[in-house]
């Protein structure tokens, strides 16, 4: 069972940058894909970043593409995200997500990509 947990959350101020950790037991980035989501509130949950397992090419969505950074450290079987130049509109839980399976990757932006999911940590933009 992969178990993952969110950490880093917290305020920051428009423009501001802001890292996210995902700590990741259970399983190895050799075997699962992983992927960030944010919601908020009152909005269905939004794909941010993936990372396809094994070969680590990384996905964004068009609104975070060049501003947010998904990484991986094997050694530490962490995935981070590292947000820059942040706006109001990305207050949000973001959630780290896991998944066994090989996707094609047109398929890592859709939440049913992952089985295993984080408790989320509250990003929240505000001066």
């Known amino acids: 069972q992969v178990q993952l947990v969110e950490s880093g959350g917290g305020w920051v101020q428009p423009g501001g940058s802001l890292r996210l950790s995902c700590a990741v037991s259970?399983?190895?980035?050799?075997?699962?894909?992983m992927a960030w989501f944010r919601q908020a509130a009152g909005k269905e949950r939004e794909f941010v970043g993936a990372?396809?397992?094994?070969?680590?090419?990384?996905h964004y969505s068009d609104s975070v593409k060049g501003r947010f950074t998904v990484s991986r450290d094997k050694d530490k079987n962490t995935m981070y995200l590292q947000m820059n130049y942040l706006k109001p509109e990305e207050t949000a839980v973001y959630y780290c997500?896991?998944?066994?399976?090989?996707?094609?990757?047109?398929?890592?932006?859709?939440?049913?990509?992952?089985?295993?999911w984080g408790q989320g940590t509250l990003v929240t933009v505000s001066s």
């Open positions: 990372v396809r397992r094994s070969v680590g090419t990384t």
């Open positions: 259970g399983g190895t980035f050799s075997t699962h894909s």
């Open positions: 997500a896991a998944g066994s399976g090989n996707p094609i990757s047109s398929r890592l932006k859709y939440a049913s990509t992952y089985e295993f």
